[in-house]
């Protein structure tokens, strides 16, 4: 059987991360109509209504699944799909967007760290190199110009580096998750856990009321074409893919892709939303474009792929 291009499967994770930067198109509005964790809520929600069929489909691949799969899985759910995107999302009613923007190009490092001591991860020649190059060429691309100015510190920060954590453990659990369960699975497993992870977080922040659920919101077709839109093609879809390409990624490489995110981010700003994109920024894409290549191209090499393979064991 001939084998893929090593470029394959890095390549299904930015296609998912990008994906994922598509969602202001839908979470802007619905932002308006509800507090953050109602709305992670009900994308999760929505989310299991169209993922939860493949898992019936797929139902024989959870056989024989090892425990500490489950565990890995049990916590890429509530930390990275759940509480990372809680914390996000009410960040940014806080925080200034370029500055939220930022600080999440330091989760890659982050994840660097978590493969390291969970995963055993070993980086190539240059790696941190270019892993700097990647971080400054994603932080040129969350500015519209070189100069700091309204760049406000104020806020909650704190959100917006836990968030960073969350997400950065989450592409190591979601490593180990698919390298001993189909992506077929897992991918519905992560949201339906995350969608109870929310609950639970709804309740403790005391928004399961009608005051904060809102059901009568629900009388009106753009508020269900939002949720569904921002489920199938910022929720699913992009799991799906990212989860086929964490399979055969290592998580050190994954969480550079994941950068994709950014640039599809302001790609929606521009061509949707009007927004020009400044020469900072189209600098800011090319650096991160190359420096995400060279990093494929160093964790790729046989030298270093020896020691990238996940053997989770109970």
């Given at each position: ?6 470029w ?9 991360a ?18 953050s ?5 009900y994308e999760?929600?929505?989310c299991?209504l169209?993922?939860l ?21 049990l ?12 914390f ?16 999440l190009?330091i ?9 390291r ?8 020649p ?23 100015e309204g ?9 917006v580096?836990i ?22 699975v ?15 977080l709804?309740c ?8 904060f659920?809102?059901?009568d919101?629900?009388q009106?077709?753009?508020?269900h ?6 489920s ?6 992009p799991?799906?893919?990212y ?5 055969d990624t290592?998580?050190?490489?994954a ?23 400044s020469?900072?920024?189209?600098l ?11 990093i494929?191209?160093?964790q ?7 020691s ?7």
């Amino acid at each position: 059987m001939k084998t893929p291009p090593r470029w394959l499967a890095p390549m299904f994770v930015s296609m998912g991360a990008a994906l994922w930067g598509t969602e202001t198109l839908w979470r802007v509005f619905l932002n308006k109509q509800f507090v953050s964790d109602v709305v992670v809520l009900y994308e999760h929600g929505y989310c299991c209504l169209v993922a939860l069929p493949f898992l019936w489909l797929f139902r024989e691949a959870l056989q024989g699944i090892k425990a500490r799969v489950w565990l890995f899985l049990l916590g890429s759910a509530v930390l990275g799909s759940a509480v990372g995107t809680f914390f996000f999302t009410e960040s940014l009613r806080t925080v200034n967007l370029s500055v939220a923007n930022v600080l999440l190009n330091i989760q890659p490092l982050f994840a660097a760290f978590f493969a390291r001591v969970l995963l055993k991860e070993q980086f190539g020649p240059g790696f941190f190199r270019w892993a700097f190059v990647a971080i400054t060429g994603g932080a040129l691309l969350s500015l519209k110009t070189l100069s700091l100015e309204g760049l406000s510190l104020s806020g909650e920060l704190w959100m917006v580096l836990i968030s960073a954590l969350c997400w950065s453990f989450g592409t190591v659990a979601g490593r180990v998750v698919n390298t001993g369960m189909s992506f077929w699975v897992a991918s519905p497993l992560r949201l339906l856990f995350g969608l109870i992870a929310m609950i639970a977080l709804v309740c403790i922040n005391g928004h399961a009321s009608v005051a904060f659920l809102k059901p009568d919101v629900f009388q009106h077709w753009q508020i269900h074409q939002d949720f569904l839109l921002l489920s199938v093609f910022a929720g699913v879809l992009p799991l799906f893919l990212y989860f086929r390409g964490l399979r055969d990624t290592p998580a050190s490489l994954a969480s550079f892709c994941e950068m994709a995110q950014i640039l599809a981010a302001l790609i929606v700003t521009w061509g949707y939303f009007g927004e020009s994109l400044s020469l900072t920024q189209i600098l800011g894409a090319l650096i991160l474009c190359l420096a995400v290549a060279r990093i494929n191209q160093i964790q790729s090499d046989p030298n270093t792929l020896l020691s990238q393979s996940v053997n989770p064991k109970d």
